[in-house]
């Protein structure tokens, strides 16, 4: 693969990465929050008699409104946290596209718009990450790196929170929902805690990376001038 785009500095990686992974204690934060709420509605609900007197109605009203804010905050961080991953994505790529590495199949634009394409979505960017993974690891050697477990991992815990949300909204609002969303959010604490060592550990392949692509660029430049 020939070199492609501007020289991609540290700098600019370690300021991505460490924005990925405010934002990922944020997520966090944020999970633990929701899941104490729909514990509460969920022991309010078998809390409740066969007639809800006025108290009873007064406090449903407040935790439905809660639960309505507590989703726009959710959603907005989940808005977040993907345009930061994909930006993350995207700079990691940049730099491996300045590596003399043969045979990659997914490119800078690829390793994105897998996210977007329908049916696609289920199983490439699982294979465009392993990619990234490993030329990170051994870019002359790639193709012979195992296939990384934390990569996996991650990829089956997205698969697996997107199964229990899907049940938790077939059951509506009912009470097995409340009790899906919770397994789903107690799955995306795991998906947190494995995706942002998953980043730490790539982002420190990167960095060797780059200071390779600095120092042969320097050589480079030595001997020309020479």
């Not at 540290?10 to 966090?28: E, P, Q, T, Y």
């Not at 729909?38 to 449903?60: C, P």
């Not at 897998?114 to 490439?124: A, D, E, F, G, H």
């Not at 107690?186 to 060797?208: D, E, F, G, N």
Request: net charge neutral; proline share 3%.
């Amino acid at each position: 693969m020939r070199e492609q785009g501007q020289p991609v500095s540290l700098k600019s990686l370690r300021l991505v990465k460490n924005l990925l992974l405010i934002v990922f204690a944020v997520d966090l934060l944020a999970v633990l929050i929701v899941m104490a709420s729909l514990a509460e509605t969920l022991d309010f609900i078998n809390s409740l008699g066969a007639v809800a007197d006025s108290s009873e109605v007064a406090r449903a009203t407040a935790l439905d409104g809660r639960a309505v804010i507590l989703n726009y905050i959710y959603m907005t961080l989940a808005a977040i946290t993907g345009l930061l991953w994909l930006s993350w994505l995207a700079f990691a790529n940049r730099l491996l596209n300045r590596l003399d590495v043969q045979g990659r199949e997914y490119g800078s634009l690829w390793s994105l718009g897998w996210y977007v394409v329908p049916i696609m979505k289920l199983w490439k960017p699982y294979f465009a990450m392993i990619e990234v993974a490993q030329v990170s690891a051994d870019p002359a050697n790639w193709k012979e790196q195992p296939i990384p477990s934390l990569v996996s991992a991650w990829w089956l815990l997205f698969a697996l929170c997107g199964a229990a949300f899907m049940v938790a909204d077939y059951y509506s609002e009912n009470h097995p929902a409340i009790a899906w969303q919770l397994i789903a959010l107690a799955v995306v604490i795991v998906l947190i805690v494995v995706w942002t060592q998953m980043v730490s550990q790539i982002h420190a392949l990167q960095v060797k990376a780059a200071v390779a692509i600095g120092n042969r660029e320097t050589e480079t430049i030595a001997t020309s001038v020479s």
